[in-house]
């Protein structure tokens, strides 16, 4: 269906939820584009949100190899929150999760992939935010130095679905996202130069 397609894009974005609860879909998708001579002419990107290890569970060493090596493939990782409280408003999970997204991030990144990073910031409490966004950009820098760097915020926007099973705390956590983003470019700044911080995001290199 994408090759009929008339003007196919460029990019095919293997999104959810998340992929890689069938963690074998990435994979298919490298081997099909393959068969089909779309090698390194197709961007391909997979969203993930970090919340399991199936990628090593179900997929061989050598499986691994191939898709690394790929071109013209990234992944991204959302951290659902900049600390447990946020990771469990958004996520519903035992606030323990927290910690593994790091975890299954810097996993990645070790096995070669081209890694970028989302962040959501919707919390029910401001309490401690700047405390708790320089523990968050502290344990970003553990993984990388420049991670910060490649981590794009998403703003999360009220829409009719949602807003109809919205709270009194649900919308005071989509007002205080845009407090803790303005915590977080403050706490950016005290680390970055300005000329790092305008760097293109695709520019920000994580391999050394």
């Excluded at 593994?100 to 962040?119: K, P, T, V």
């Amino acid at each position: 269906m994408f090759l009929q397609e008339p003007d196919r894009p460029d990019v095919v974005d293997l999104s959810g939820g998340q992929p890689d609860l069938a963690p074998e879909w990435n994979l298919w998708m490298m081997q099909a584009l393959e068969r089909r001579g779309l090698r390194g002419q197709v961007f391909l990107w997979t969203d993930d949100n970090l919340s399991n290890r199936y990628f090593w569970d179900y997929l061989t060493g050598d499986n691994i190899a191939y898709m690394s090596a790929f071109p013209l493939y990234s992944r991204v990782g959302c951290f659902k929150g900049f600390d447990e409280c946020s990771f469990t408003f958004n996520t519903g999970a035992d606030p323990t999760h927290f910690e593994s997204q790091f975890d299954i991030f810097q996993d990645l990144l070790r096995l070669g992939f081209a890694m970028y990073a989302y962040a959501t910031f919707t919390t029910p409490t401001i309490q401690d935010l700047d405390h708790q966004m320089k523990r968050f950009v502290d344990r970003l820098q553990r993984i990388h130095p420049n991670l910060p760097l490649r981590t794009i915020p998403l703003k999360i926007h009220p829409f009719t679905a949602t807003e109809l099973r919205s709270t009194d705390l649900h919308r005071e956590a989509t007002h205080n996202q845009r407090i803790a983003f303005h915590v977080w470019e403050t706490e950016l700044a005290k680390r970055f130069s300005a000329v790092q911080l305008a760097k293109p995001f695709d520019e920000v290199d994580l391999r050394n």
